[in-house]
């Protein structure tokens, strides 16, 4: 099954839609305006919270954790790697392989891969289309790659950042 995430562009806080193939809404995001590290709520269609993503703020490496249901469910860890994005999902025991911008990337449990996500280049926002293997991770891996794109935003604000720009 294939889920569409399109971010808000002009926004106070972290806001984006998430579409079915049909082009219908299925989830919702919305970031908190002032929080000590990133945090975001993910909403089904009736507004329910369904995924809860935060950052650890004091963490050498990026590190977020997914709460569903009002219990840690996961927790993203982004590895020291040089030529290709890496990070480790203890809990389900995923691990995410991108290449080196990250713009595709997959999740993968041992030899079976659970998602696909793609990062359009060229948009308005940012926009992913996410395969997802089974549609009872679907939430998770939503959850997954809003924390992975939070870690990537993390990273070029940095590198910007430390570059004078």
Sequence with gaps: ????????????????????????????????????????????????????????????LPRFFVEMNGEQVAEIVKKISFLKQKYIINGPGFEVVGDFFAHDYSIVDGERQVAVIHKKWMSWGDTFEIDIDSEKDEILILALVLAIDAVMDANAAASSASSGN
Aim: net charge positive; aromatic share 12%.
């Design 1 to 60: 099954m294939k889920l569409y995430l399109k971010q808000k562009v002009f926004s106070w806080k972290d806001q984006g839609t998430v579409k079915d193939g049909n082009g219908e809404d299925r989830y919702y995001i919305e970031g908190k305006v002032f929080s000590l590290g990133k945090q975001l709520t993910v909403k089904d269609a009736q507004g329910r919270e369904v995924a809860f993503i935060k950052q650890k703020v004091l963490s050498l």
